[in-house]
């Protein structure tokens, strides 16, 4: 069964090692895990990592530009998803389909112009923040006061003109409905769970569950251990995907898993990054993806069910691109 994964922090990771001296980075490092995980295709973001954070134009810069060269060297492994038709022409070809996404927009200029420059390259998704206030919305960490910027709804207002999808993971709650307010298409949480099962800042409350939901988005379960449970576990995991579709339906349920086992940091001062050498209990990688289908089917859930979770649900967002 193929899974959509929405929430992967490829292209950071294309730069880590590009800058290293490395090329074909996907392909030393993701293809296989991809193809034996039965991951064809999903939501490529370009984070800006820490320490990065500090200058995010120039860190922005640096990862488009390794994005680009990886892109243009992987053509026969790995397909750009700008459409809907795109996304068709990768599974005939039977290569990996990437939505080019953004996570989190510090980098943003006062005109916007930044986000038609991204979407001219290919980007199709975008969070306006990553945990941190910027010139447009306010992330988990920042003041729970602050939500949108007047500008903050102006870049909503354009990338729904854009069709672009518009995603609420990392932002805080008075950001989240502030966004609910001004959206008329569908709003994903490409990499979330339920704060009724775990309560973390990053985790999403039965009201914005529902909100979602009534927009026809989607939520991507995520499978960062601090995220998921007390036990950090592969069913504490399947029990989160479980409770999400007895909130907001079968349709509104996705995969977002967030893997950050390659990503590279300082692993002697973990707080110079903050990428974690944790790992989810019995889902360590996209080669394990599998394992939370199995789970899932012995819970009882069908094989059209499974399908829906795996890929169909975001499947059906694309078609709005």
């Known amino acids: 069964m193929r899974v959509f994964d929405a929430h992967e922090d490829i292209w950071t ?72 038709e795109d996304y068709e022409q990768a599974l005939e070809r039977d290569v990996i389909g990437a939505v080019i996404g953004l996570e989190g927009l510090s980098y943003m200029n006062e005109s916007l112009s930044l986000l038609d420059e991204l979407y001219a390259i290919g980007a ?16 988990i960490k920042g003041s729970a006061d602050r939500g949108l910027t007047a500008l903050g709804k102006q870049a909503i207002k354009k990338m729904e003109n854009l069709k672009m999808i518009v995603d609420v993971s990392h932002a805080n709650e008075r950001t989240f409905w502030d966004i609910m307010g001004k959206c008329s298409r569908p709003v994903i949480a490409s990499h979330s769970n339920a704060k009724t099962l775990w309560d973390h800042p990053r985790n999403l409350t039965d009201s914005q569950l529902k909100a979602i939901k009534e927009t026809g988005g989607v939520v991507g379960v995520n499978s960062y251990p601090a995220f998921v449970s007390k036990d950090r576990s592969l069913e504490g995991l399947a029990n989160q995907v479980d409770y999400l579709v007895s909130k907001i339906g079968i349709e509104h349920v996705g995969c977002g898993f967030d893997f950050c086992d390659y990503l590279d940091w300082d692993k002697e001062d973990k707080t110079k990054n903050v990428a974690s050498l944790d790992v989810l209990n019995g889902l360590e990688s996209t080669l394990k993806v599998p394992a939370l289908f199995s789970k899932l089917k012995s819970m009882g859930y069908s094989e059209q069910s499974l399908a829906q979770i795996a890929h169909g649900n975001f499947e059906r967002l694309l078609k709005n691109l």
Request: no cysteine; hydrophobic share 40%; aromatic share 8%.
């Open 13 to 84: 990771h294309v730069a880590q090692k590009r800058l290293a001296g490395e090329t074909h980075v996907f392909e030393t490092y993701h293809l296989e895990n991809h193809l034996k995980g039965n991951v064809k295709s999903g939501i490529f973001v370009i984070w800006i990592d820490p320490p990065f954070t500090e200058n995010p134009v120039e860190r922005l810069k640096v990862i488009v530009k390794a994005m680009k060269a990886e892109i243009k060297e992987s053509r026969e492994i790995l397909q750009i998803v700008k459409s809907y």
């Open 124 to 139: 199709r998704h975008a969070s306006l923040t990553w945990n941190e206030e910027n010139i447009l919305a306010t992330g």
